[in-house]
């Protein structure tokens, strides 16, 4: 490769990260422009709300089309006819994980345009999210919560997980990651994949497709860490709520269109779960009228347990090796299988 490479950085980064991404080669050309890109409002915000002036826009669309390899893509970037807009393009290095939906809102499926993801990056703050759900409701702490804000002392018993079974469906590398923390405070592991082989030696079970149901009924916590796909979308619907143990827990750390949200209310309701710990739901941000929001036996947080504070560094890292490989034309990883959907 003799050509300068152009990299687009297409969301918020810190300057010295940026720095370390062009000294990864002289063969690259790496345009940052924090102007274009909006003010992020919490570390590794990868899409903050921005606007562009007409000359704004004009000057983003030349970088756009003269772009090889694209790290994120914009908000007014993000559409069908990206490819159209960026006809140099080559490969994108997207933020995150989870990109089914986007890779074919993008246009991408049928294009030879790679696309790698985040993979692993999000698994440790996600597997530690997981661990303090299961603590959350051993310990009763919307209780404890609750009688401290009352001024009310009154001792009891609380649960421990010790010796508890969490169900984890989806043994990727966050579901691995959940998996081996969980089993370093003594919880039983079961967990669902496609295959069964090449998982951690350290899970106690691991099941195929067709034992969702023995998985539900063993666990009492699910922790749902899947891609969304077509096979997926409603997979936890009212028939396998009700398979669940009486007063087990569902944690949802994967998409929203993965549970039936009014089955999982009516589930709530009548006490046949014990709780629930969302950080995705069906539609975000949740609605204000959501009964979600109000009741005691359910955690809401707003699809933020996978974005760690240094979370730009880890991805840095990632692509920095990525682009080694580019240049090398050695295989990338993370590569997305636009064919599966993950």
């Not at 209310?265 to 629930?276: D, F, K, M, Q, V």
Request: include cysteine; aromatic fraction near 6%; charged fraction near 20%.
């Amino acid at each position: 490769m003799t050509s300068l490479v152009r990299v687009l950085i297409a969301s918020p980064l810190e300057p010295e990260l940026v720095a370390r991404i062009a000294a990864v080669d002289a063969r690259l050309e790496v345009i940052y422009r924090a102007d274009q890109l909006g003010q992020p409002r919490y570390a590794a915000d990868h899409y903050p709300p921005m606007s562009r002036s007409a000359e704004q826009a004009a000057e983003w669309a030349k970088l756009l089309a003269q772009a090889e390899v694209l790290f994120d893509v914009d908000r007014p970037s993000a559409g069908p006819d990206l490819v159209q807009r960026a006809p140099c393009l080559r490969w994108i290095q997207s933020s995150s994980s989870g990109i089914g939906e986007w890779v074919r809102r993008l246009g991408l499926v049928e294009s030879p345009v790679v696309v790698t993801n985040a993979a692993g990056i999000h698994a440790r703050p996600l597997a530690e999210y997981v661990v303090f759900v299961m603590l959350y409701f051993a310990k009763s702490w919307a209780r404890m919560l609750a009688e401290q804000r009352a001024h009310h002392w009154e001792r009891c018993a609380i649960d421990t997980i010790d010796g508890k079974t969490l169900g984890i469906v989806g043994l990727g590398r966050v579901g691995q990651a959940v998996a081996q923390l969980a089993k370093g405070l003594g919880v039983r592991v079961i967990g669902l994949r496609r295959r069964t082989d090449g998982v951690d030696p350290g899970i106690d079970a691991v099941f195929g497709p067709d034992r969702l149901a023995d998985l539900l009924a063993q666990s009492d916590y699910v922790a749902l860490s899947l891609p969304h796909t077509s096979e997926t979308v409603g997979l936890i619907g009212a028939a396998e709520l009700a398979t669940m143990r009486q007063g087990s827990v569902l944690i949802n750390i994967a998409r929203g269109s993965i549970v039936d949200e009014s089955a999982l209310i009516e589930a709530l309701r009548s006490g046949h779960l014990g709780g629930a710990a969302l950080d995705v739901v069906g539609r975000e941000p949740l609605a204000a009228d959501s009964p979600l929001w109000d009741m005691p036996n359910v955690l809401i947080t707003p699809h933020s347990m996978s974005t760690a504070a240094v979370e730009n560094e880890l991805l840095t890292r990632l692509f920095c090796d990525n682009l080694r490989r580019y240049l090398d034309g050695q295989p990338l990883l993370n590569v997305f299988d636009k064919r599966r959907g993950y």
